[in-house]
């Protein structure tokens, strides 16, 4: 029975890895056991007469979950006293220069204060400093050192950060505090900062603003800046330092105006391909400003009253490039030139649609898009070549209304496609050719879903419409061959009729008192 029980805890022991599996094959140790002290001082290893290549031995036991645990413990116990001694050569290297160190050549005299500052893990600095140096910069040493006697001991015990409070107590001594500074980083500078102001050294202080509002910062250091000026509740004015990182709203321009600017420029502009760009950027702002709305108050962000007017400026612009394009009198603008603008124009209202869906202000733009007619007809007179980018803005109302992004009654949907969806046939084919971005599919599915939104009757003329078009046209035509099932399994096949009478049954059961 004991034999039973040590083998299930050796198995036990084996399956979470603490003895490995050469345990099982270990002859049993004799009578006379040799203490494990002189197996570690044995002056010299047993000869053996194999000879073993170093990267691979396959009589070495694999290594335990107990060992590997063991290893990982004394490299943790390590870095403490590494990071110790780091700190160490640091300190010694900063008062190897220090005034104090040197009272001749500074013509101080020997110091009269006998300062130590103590770390959290014990590491202690003892300094001897001067009275007159400390209280004249330092009013919290100021307050200390009335209150003793000639021969002052000052001792600062759990400090966080000892480097940086020795850095400090030097600082005091200089006379160009700036030069002193130079080419430090941030984070060394917020750690002055941070013990000046524990201090109540205000010259520290006002020499580390001015660093931090001076030097350049990376986007961590950006954050640290910015969430421990906060804390630190300081006199001292922070707008010089923190004015590239927020704005009063009543002494700039309201976001709404400048994001307007922005999105007007962009609409504007000539080089395609900086356009581009800059659409791009724009969009991904806009969208990481919706994404993260922790900072909603001082956030960029544009309205949708904004947005719309930018909308009706770009209809405007296309009816008159469309109206130019279609009219019988000479042109003296270069045809090639107008039908660009058209697409550039047509391109426009594709981004702020976009914005506008990102938003979730794309309700009212869909009946805005219906009631163009008078573009819709320009539209049809326009070769397709040059055209197509105008019913993608109808592909895209369709994709966002199919995915339930835009949430419009059935009359506005309805509407939608009675002026625009014979347009989106037309252009299909060359919509598809002309552009890599274009996902038939996805256009597909988003007017197949809007169609199965409307009313029965509705789905059955639109339907039955695209079924002799598709017929002749194939690919030039969207398959939308789901929705045409759908639409004949609803009227064929299951019709929801309205019951005549309730199958709702109450009982009602009389409960003796």
Request: charged letters at 25%.
């Amino acid at each position: 029975m004991a034999s039973e029980t040590k083998s299930k805890q050796v198995s036990t022991m084996l399956k979470q890895g603490f003895i490995s599996d050469s345990y099982l094959y270990t002859s049993p140790p004799s009578k006379t056991q040799i203490p494990l002290s002189k197996i570690h001082h044995s002056s010299s290893p047993p000869q053996s007469p194999f000879r073993v290549s170093p990267t691979h031995n396959p009589t070495r036991p694999s290594t335990t979950l107990f060992e590997m645990m063991s290893e990982e413990q004394a490299r943790d116990s390590k870095q403490p006293h590494e990071t110790r001694r780091g700190v160490q050569e640091r300190v010694a290297k900063v008062l190897e220069h220090a005034p104090f160190k040197n009272p001749g050549a500074w013509g101080l005299g020997y110091g009269d204060v006998k300062l130590s500052v103590t770390a959290r893990d014990g590491f202690k600095v003892s300094m001897d400093v001067h009275r007159s140096v400390l209280s004249s910069k330092s009013r919290f040493f100021e307050e200390k050192l009335m209150r003793s006697g000639a021969a002052a001991v000052v001792e600062i015990c759990d400090c966080d950060d000892v480097e940086v409070y020795v850095e400090t107590v030097v600082l005091m001594y200089c006379e160009d505090l700036k030069r002193r500074l130079n080419g430090a980083n941030v984070s060394k500078i917020m750690g002055v900062l941070k013990v000046s102001a524990a201090i109540l050294f205000d010259a520290g202080v006002t020499s580390c603003l001015e660093y931090l509002e001076a030097v350049p910062w990376s986007a961590e250091e950006e954050e640290m800046v910015v969430s421990e000026l906060g804390q630190l509740q300081l006199n001292n004015p922070l707008t010089h330092v923190l004015q590239r990182v927020s704005t009063e709203q009543t002494t700039s321009l309201r976001t709404d105006d400048i994001s307007s600017i922005l999105l007007s420029g962009v609409l504007q502009g000539k080089d395609d391909k900086a356009r581009r760009e800059m659409k791009s950027l724009l969009s991904r702002l806009l969208k990481d400003d919706i994404s993260n709305p922790s900072n909603h108050k001082n956030r960029l962000d544009i309205s949708k009253d904004a947005l719309y007017t930018l909308c009706h400026t770009c209809l405007s612009s296309l009816i008159l490039c469309l109206s130019e394009a279609t009219s019988d009198v000479d042109v003296k603008q270069d045809r090639g030139v107008l039908m660009g603008d058209i697409a550039r124009e047509a391109d426009n209202v594709q981004w702020i649609v976009d914005i506008l869906i990102d938003k979730k202000m794309g309700d009212e733009f869909v009946k805005l898009w219906a009631d163009q007619k008078e573009l819709a007809i320009l539209h049809s007179k326009i070769p397709i070549i040059y055209r197509h980018e105008i019913s993608r803005i109808t592909a895209q109302l369709c994709i966002a209304i199919g995915r339930g992004h835009i949430l419009v009654p059935k009359d506005a949907r309805y509407s939608l496609l009675s002026t625009w969806l014979e347009a989106l046939y037309d252009d299909f084919g060359w919509m598809r050719r002309a552009s890599r971005s274009i996902d038939k599919k996805l256009i597909e599915d988003g007017l197949s879903q809007t169609i199965l939104t409307l009313a029965l009757p509705q789905q059955q003329t639109i339907l039955l419409n695209w079924f002799d078009r598709f017929l002749n046209k194939g690919d030039d035509c969207p398959n939308i061959q789901r929705a045409f099932e759908v639409w004949w399994r609803r009227t064929f096949i299951r019709q929801y009729a309205p019951e005549s009478e309730s199958r709702l049954q109450i009982t009602v059961c009389d409960y003796p008192n």
